[in-house]
């Protein structure tokens, strides 16, 4: 067998590999390691969509955990992502699985940094995706910040002081942040973009 020959069945069989252990810890309830997280999210079979990218910023190893907790509730947001129609679609909530996973569909004014505030939630996890426009995000970890204004379990949310970094948020990627690990500070300005067009899907947190 010529040498690029078994370097191809070697990687088919890696990943091949890889995608039966995902599938044995998904069913038994078991988190992937660090690497084969990271695998995972490379090979993007969970996405579907070579337009969509997600941020650098992604704690993989929880999507991957999060994912197999409860795959049917991400691939219904996935997919809602994906839809021709999103410029189309009103301001407003809207369900997409019950309660487990919605949509808050957003069109409006972005904002200076210091009229905005990192937040976080306990029972549900965000994808946030700008799909006309661009603003800016920070994301830090809860750990180690400071609470501003303790949780309100009514509006699923609180407050924190934080130092993080901050990524633009545009039509070509997407975030993901997890309830209890990361704070974020959404909707913040970016120049010569006064308005954008966004969505952020609240998928229900598991396992």
Known sequence: ???FSRRLLSALTLLTALSMCFELQAQSGKALGKKESKEWFKERKWLSNDNLVPHKSID????ARQYSA???WWDKAFAYMQRDDLASIKPGRYPIDGENV???VSDGPTKELAKTKYESHKVYADIHY??????KIGIAPVEGSTVTEPYDAEKEIMFHEAKGKYYEENPETFFVVFPGKDA?????KVEGYDTVKKIVIKVRAGG
Not at 130 to 135: A, L, P, Q, S, T
Not at 184 to 188: A, F, K, M, N
């Open 102 to 104: 919605f949509v808050i």
């Open 130 to 135: 700008v799909f006309d426009g661009k603003e």
């Open 60 to 63: 993989q190893q929880e999507l």
């Open 1 to 3: 067998m010529h040498s």
């Open 70 to 72: 409860h795959k049917d």
């Open 184 to 188: 974020h500070r959404p909707g913040v």
